[in-house]
Structure formats: C-alpha cells, structure tokens
C-alpha cells in the first residue's frame, strides 16, 4: 500500500499508545487516536484530564514517555515546522504571577518584583500538566504550575517554601531549596550577616511563618557568633 493511500486510510491524526507521565503519575495512559479527514473531532473531560496535554504532544510541544504520533501522515517533531504551519491553535494562558497580586497588600510588592531585570514572569506551556498535578497531588495552582515550569525548562534549582510542595517536587527528582536554604545561601555568599539572617528568622516567626524546629536549628548552628 503506497504511503498516500496509508495516510487516506489512517487519518491526518494518528496517536499509538501515548504515555505521558509526571513523577509517578501516570497523565496519558496507552491513548489511541485516529481521526479522518473531514471529522470534527472533541476531546471532552474534567480540568486535569489529559486534554491539553493531548494537544501539546501532537504539536510536539511536550516531551512524552511512550508511543508514537503522526499528523498528516508525518512523525511529529519538534522541527517539523512544515506540518506545523497546517495547524492552527489557540492555547489558555495562566500565570503563576496571578497569586501574587490577589492580596492588594502585596500588589505593589508585586509589581516591583515583575520590573526587576533579572526575574522573568514565565506561563507554563503546558497548563493542562498543573491541573493534573494539582488534582493528583493537593497542590494550589501556584505551586502546581511551579513545579511543572521547573521541569519545561530544566531548570537547575526551584525554590519552594512549602513542605507539600518540597515532597512533590523531590519525588520528582527536583532540586529543591525553601526559606532557611535561601537565607544559608545568602549568609554563606556574604549577602547577609548572621545577625541580619537571625533577625530574618525572627521576623518571620513574628509574622506567624512556621519554620520547623529542626531546620531553624540547623540554620543556628551554622551561623557564626
């Protein structure tokens, strides 16, 4: 059977046994797909289902575990830009930044951090892979889309404060650093001072910011009198 009268035959979206997966949690579990030309075709389900990140395997804007996807009778791939410019698609878009600025008490803290020039506000490419680690896990949107934008774009380290979202992250192999990290840092590279690290430490405690017994006193017998 020559490859036009194969592609005819099979569809212009051919999906074999998809595996898409996040830590232990399996996203897309052996998805098949096949649709015709001339089909309308939906994919239906709840938030967190799989859909979007159906899309973004078939756009090849998601690495996935297992299988095989084919449109327009050609393997997809990252650079196939040829086939890329057959489809046409529209994507929601959802920033993490939002959290932020919910509170109007830090809305102008908020935007100070956004002007900085060496953070950059990023979306998640893939908002769908936050949804279903959110149901999957009990995470908030925040922390969820976090963890999914740290592994979009292998970034070496993700700074984490909450201990829900330290275990998720850990478990899926990210590095990971919370508060008493962040201030080590800081005292070790000289940014502070061991009474500007304690005084931070304090604050913090005031403003009724839990910190486990454990670490603040592991952050105390680092610190030089």
Known sequence: ???????????????????????????????????????IF?????????????????????????????????????DHYEVKKQIGIILQNVAVFDELTVDERFRLEADQIRQTKFIAVKPVNNPESANILKRATGLDQGESEAIVLTDE?????????????????????????GTIGILMAAYEEQELTSD?????????????????????????SRLKN
Do not use: W
């Open 153 to 177: 774009l292998k970034a070496d380290l993700l700074l984490m404060d909450e201990a829900k979202g330290r275990n998720v992250s850990a478990q899926m192999g990210i590095r990971i650093m």
């Open 1 to 39: 059977m020559g490859g036009t009268e194969r592609f005819q035959e099979n569809g212009i979206i051919q999906i074999e046994n998809l595996v898409k997966r996040y830590g232990s949690f399996v996203a897309l579990d052996h998805l098949n797909l096949n649709v015709r030309e001339g089909e």
């Open 196 to 220: 500007e690290v304690r005084e931070c430490v304090d604050g913090l405690q005031r403003a009724g910011r839990h910190i486990g017994q454990r670490h603040y006193q592991m952050l105390l």
């Open 42 to 78: 939906g994919l239906l389900g709840p938030n967190g289902s799989g859909k979007t990140t159906v899309i973004n395997c078939m756009l090849a804007l998601l690495k996935y575990d297992k299988g095989s996807i084919r449109i327009f009778g050609q393997e997809m791939a990252p």
